[in-house]
């Protein structure tokens, strides 16, 4: 996965900065005043070297108290509210760890004094590759994990009032919301609890007139209004009208780093079926919408997963005498594709069902990634 390092070694001394051999970024200078300070726009920095056609942010940031009396370091994510103080001694490093990091301001502590800033840019998975160099830097990501599944809407209800979010006890936890008479909801149905950038996947244990009790507890205030009704099983029949599962970001971009994919079945397969069914006429399509369109991949048989993902494992038949199938198609990592597919504002990506699936007892796929 194709990411870019840059490196912010700052000595604040009349300001000059330049490429290093291996394609760091540097800047130098001093804090000359016993009271002076300086204000670093990271984020502005990184977007500028970057060029990446969108606004970047800083993930990790280290800073190194170079000279010989303390420092104080400040760091904000809105721009405009920072966060308390550190004194960071002589010769002492401190690691920043913030999603979505804008602006660090170091503060001179009674005397003058040096600092060097490493800051390292969110872009494109968990490398960071330093051009035409054969170093490879791995950073983990502290952004928010995706874990969804491909689902179609099949209605919508609306919540009363907003949602109590759950407490940190086994007393406290939240199984239950309002829905407003008429919401249609029945035992088994899924469901999605829609916020700002943000929602809740649940199946639906008991619904009655207006209290709805469904199977995990509910993780955030999500405010009345629209929520979704949705269907994760593919097992549906497409052949006259193609059936579309989709993922979306929110606001947040998010990187989808791969898929799994399961079917449960009630007869053994192998290669040459699609689950247990015989081979597709037009086969599971998988697309990405993003300003333009392009269908990546179509199954039609078991062997397809195995020919474009490789991972592929058959499952003994269980207690109900049901067989299962999963594969497993990764496009992050260095032994990959080494990029990952970013949705961002009205991208998608898609299963699109062209065939009868009826006859599998469930296939459902997941995306896995993270937000930017």
Request: glycine residues 8%; contains cysteine; proline residues 3%.
């Amino acid at each position: 996965m194709k990411r870019l390092l840059i490196v912010l070694c700052i000595l604040w001394a009349p300001t000059c900065y330049g490429f290093d051999p291996n394609g760091l970024v540097t800047y130098e200078g001093d804090i000359s005043s016993a009271s002076g300070y300086v204000i670093l726009d990271v984020s502005q920095d990184l977007t500028d070297k970057i060029d990446s056609g969108r606004t970047e942010y800083a993930t990790f940031i280290n800073v190194y108290n170079a000279g010989k009396y303390n420092l104080c370091v400040e760091s904000n994510i809105n721009g405009s509210t920072w966060t308390d103080p550190e004194e960071l001694g002589a010769k002492a490093n401190r690691e920043i760890t913030s999603t979505g990091l804008k602006k660090v301001r170091l503060s001179a502590n009674g005397n003058p004094t040096t600092y060097k800033i490493s800051a390292y840019s969110s872009y494109m998975g968990n490398s960071r590759f330093t051009p035409g160099d054969k170093q490879v830097f791995i950073v983990d990501n502290d952004t928010e994990i995706i874990d969804n599944f491909f689902a179609e809407t099949l209605g919508n209800f609306l919540v009363a009032q907003d949602t109590v979010a759950s407490g940190l006890t086994a007393a406290t936890l939240v199984y239950t919301f309002e829905a407003v008479v008429g919401h249609g909801l029945l035992a088994g149905d899924e469901v999605l609890l829609i916020a700002t950038d943000r929602s809740l996947y649940a199946v639906v244990i008991t619904a009655g007139t207006t209290t709805i009790e469904i199977d995990r507890p509910i993780d955030f205030v999500y405010p009345a209004g629209i929520g979704l009704e949705i269907n994760t099983n593919m097992a549906v029949d497409g052949s006259v009208t193609p059936r579309i599962f989709k993922l979306r970001a929110g606001i947040t971009p998010i990187f989808l780093r791969r898929s799994i994919l399961t079917m449960i079945t009630e007869d053994e397969a192998d290669d040459t079926t699609f689950g247990d069914l015989p081979e597709l006429t037009r086969g599971l399509v998988f697309r990405y919408v993003n300003g333009i369109q392009k269908t990546q991949y179509n199954w039609k048989k078991n062997g397809d997963f195995a020919q474009w993902a490789f991972d592929l494992s058959y499952t003994p038949a269980n207690k109900k005498s049901e067989y299962g199938v999963r594969t497993r198609l990764t496009w992050g990592g260095l032994d990959k594709h080494g990029v990952v597919y970013e949705l961002e504002g009205d991208a998608e990506a898609q299963y699109v069902v062209q065939d009868d699936l009826t006859g599998l007892v469930e296939i459902r796929a997941v995306a896995e990634g993270n937000k930017r």
